[in-house]
């Protein structure tokens, strides 16, 4: 890969790799101890590693200008492998969390493994640094393809990866130190937070560059939906990470917000990080694999735009349903809940354009598990749908909010509709960008296929009824007036779902390593490069 990158984006990428190693030793030699240096040192290791890299191949030949008449696709090779190393150790943990609901002295009296601190590291795993690392890999295929241009450069994409995951890395860590800001989808710290407006800067810019360069006159919708979650996500990071670090040799901070602004800051970013990230970027991902694996055209372009416009506007209004029965103001409650239900118009839409798109193409779906991925995809993407705006109409939220039906509704969509989405677009693509004919083992994606079925509905659906229950076992009265049932005991009828969440968790983990396994068989071994070829520029008549 280094190979292939010119002498000067190999000295560029030396200052660079060098600059990281400074910042991580400025960081440690300022902290002297505690997490802030162990990420400083991070930071260094890194950076030195990246540096003795490029000094191996710095006086390699350069690369054929032949070159620049294929796509790029070393950083989305990378960007695949890294999203499914991130999925196994994220979900693994997910199952660590499931098992302390069950066996609660599963932390080992170990202040690291507590619930507080191994929590976090499960969902930023699995949101960020799994879902981001797989959006940031389809979005330079799918940039480039629709483009039909080559990335502007080949320094940039790395830039963004390492980045990134070293953001990643540091959250993750700084969580088992007992780093966070206790921001729900927002822990990490003020210096992880800049790191990541740094990465996401030149992912925009990429972006940019790249289109302004395309060969197509017409963007793909994909793109659109690509380009929302770029944008928003930056918008929505940089204010809700607004803070005052107490000292800038230590981790502590302080947010400018306080009180309930500071709540209603908080999710507006949070519901809009579900929006916008686990929405916007998949339905980009959705677009354009789908119909390429169904080899069918969109059953309807103009809903697909209608529908874009429909969830950027009425997904920016609906974060104050989390704060029903809250001191938020109760005009500000019912906006959110008036929006919410209105966004399930556009996201129906979204979910009926994939099931329509698939309308002829039935006997696909049938034999091919990579397309059945997809379809379940769409289906529990209009399931999590509709149930986020039934929930957050405030009468069913009185009964829903603090109880595991959210963790269930939240894993319809974690699970069902984001992780589905991106096996079943990485199964597509990963043959082509590798040169092969087709994944090492058809038999495998089944396997993987039912897996993760089977483990996603044995986990939403003992969530659903663990918080229906625990619901009602909440609000239901003795003839005295008083509560008929303890905390307590609503804990303790808890446990057969708890249980039955594990077995889900582990089926669902199981079907990933069984997909890692298939896709290593196939990478492993010559390598080849992907068969289609940018459009070359035609002078304007």
């Known amino acids: 890969m280094i190979a292939r990158l010119t002498l000067t984006e190999r000295q560029l990428a030396i200052v660079l790799a060098g600059l990281l190693a400074l910042v991580g030793l400025t960081m440690a030699a300022a902290a002297r101890q505690g997490p802030m240096a162990v990420h400083g040192f991070m930071a260094v290791a890194i950076g030195g590693a990246l540096i003795s890299a490029v000094i191996g191949k710095m006086y390699a030949p350069e690369p054929s200008p032949e070159r620049l008449s294929r796509y790029y696709d070393d950083p989305i090779k990378a960007g695949i492998l890294i999203a499914m190393v991130w999925g196994i150790f994220a979900m693994a ?9 069950v066996w609660p002295e ?89 790191l990541l407006v740094v990465a996401w800067v030149v992912y925009f810019v990429l972006y940019l560059r790249t289109l302004a360069r395309r060969a197509e006159p017409h963007i793909y919708v ?78 309807s372009y103009r809903l697909s735009i209608l529908s ?31 929006f919410s239900v209105m966004l399930l118009v556009p996201s129906w839409a979204s979910a009926g354009n994939a099931l329509m798109t698939l309308n002829g193409a039935w006997h696909r779906v049938r034999d091919d598990a990579t397309l059945r991925f997809m379809f379940v995809a769409a289906v529990f993407y209009g399931l999590s749908t509709f149930e986020g705006s039934f929930m957050a109409i405030r009468p069913v939220n009185a009964l829903s909010h603090y109880t595991d039906w959210t963790v269930g509704h ?47 509905l044995t986990y939403v659906f003992s969530l659903w009824n ?54 290593w068989l196939t990478v492993r071994g010559p390598r080849g490069t992907a068969a289609d070829r940018p459009l070359a520029l035609q002078a304007a008549e």
Not at 93 to 101: H, N
Not at 125 to 146: D, E, K, P
Not at 326 to 332: D, G, I, Q, R
Not at 418 to 430: E, N, Q
């Open 466 to 519: 663990a918080g229906i229950t625990q619901g009602l076992m909440w609000r239901t009265y003795n003839e005295a007036g008083t509560l008929n049932y303890s905390f307590l005991e609503s804990i303790e009828a808890m446990r057969p779902y708890y249980i039955a969440r594990f077995a889900g968790g582990a089926l669902f983990l199981s079907g990933i390593v069984v997909g890692a396994a298939n896709i």
């Open 106 to 194: 599963a932390t080992f009296s170990q202040a690291w493994a507590s619930y507080g601190r191994i929590r976090p590291v499960h969902t930023t795993g699995v949101i960020f640094a799994f879902g981001g690392n797989a959006l940031i890999a389809t979005s330079f295929h799918v940039m480039q393809r629709t483009s039909r241009a080559r990335l502007p450069d080949q320094l940039s994409p790395w830039v963004v990866l390492v980045g990134y995951n070293l953001f990643c890395l540091w959250a993750v860590t700084g969580y088992l130190m007992g780093v966070t800001q206790s921001k729900e989808y927002a822990e990490p710290e003020w210096y992880a937070d800049i």
């Open 410 to 456: 939240v894993h319809s969509g974690a699970l069902g509709w984001l992780a589905m989405v991106t096996f079943g677009a990485f199964y597509s693509v990963i043959p082509a960008l590798w040169g092969r004919e087709r994944m090492y083992s058809a038999r495998l994606i089944e396997w993987h296929f039912w897996l993760a079925l089977a483990g996603l």
């Open 93 to 101: 943990v997910g199952l660590w969390v499931a098992a302390l609901m």
């Open 308 to 338: 874009f416009w429909g969830i950027t506007f009425f997904y920016m209004w609906v974060g104050s349903h989390h704060l029903h029965y809250t001191a938020l103001p109760n005009w500000v409650q019912t906006l959110g809940m008036t």
């Open 222 to 299: 994909a793109n659109w939906y690509y380009l929302a979650f770029i944008l928003v996500v930056a918008m929505l990071h940089i204010v809700n990470s607004l803070a005052l670090p107490v000292s800038f040799a230590g981790t502590k901070s302080y947010s400018l917000f306080s009180g309930v602004q500071d709540a209603m800051v908080q999710w507006w970013y949070g519901h809009n990080a579900v929006a916008f990230f686990m929405t916007s970027g998949f339905l980009g991902m959705l677009y354009y694999y789908l119909p390429m694996r169904a080899q069918r055209p969109i059953f």
